[in-house]
C-alpha cells in the first residue's frame, strides 16, 4: 500500500482573508497556488526551486521540450561563434 499524503491551505486562515480584502481573489489564489508548489517541491524547506516554465503555453515545461530548447541555444550559439572565428 502507498500512502500519498496531501497538503491543504486553510481558506479561513486570517493572513490570507486579510490578504483578500486587501487585494482580492485573484491575488489570494496565486499565492495560495504559489505555497502548494513550494510544498510539493520542498517539502522540509518550502524554498523556491527554479522550474523550467513555457510562458507560451503558461505551464511547467515537459523534460522533452526543455531538451529540445536547449539544443536550439546550443546550436544557435555554435553558428555565431563560427562566424566570429571567420569575421
Known sequence: MILYL??????????LQALQEELGEKVCKTVMDALLELEEYNASGRYPVAVPWDFKKNQKMVMKDL?????DLLDGRKGKAAKRRRG
Open 67 to 71: 531538451i529540445l530548447y536547449l539544443k
Open 6 to 15: 496531501q497538503y491543504e491551505i486553510k481558506r479561513d486562515d486570517a493572513k
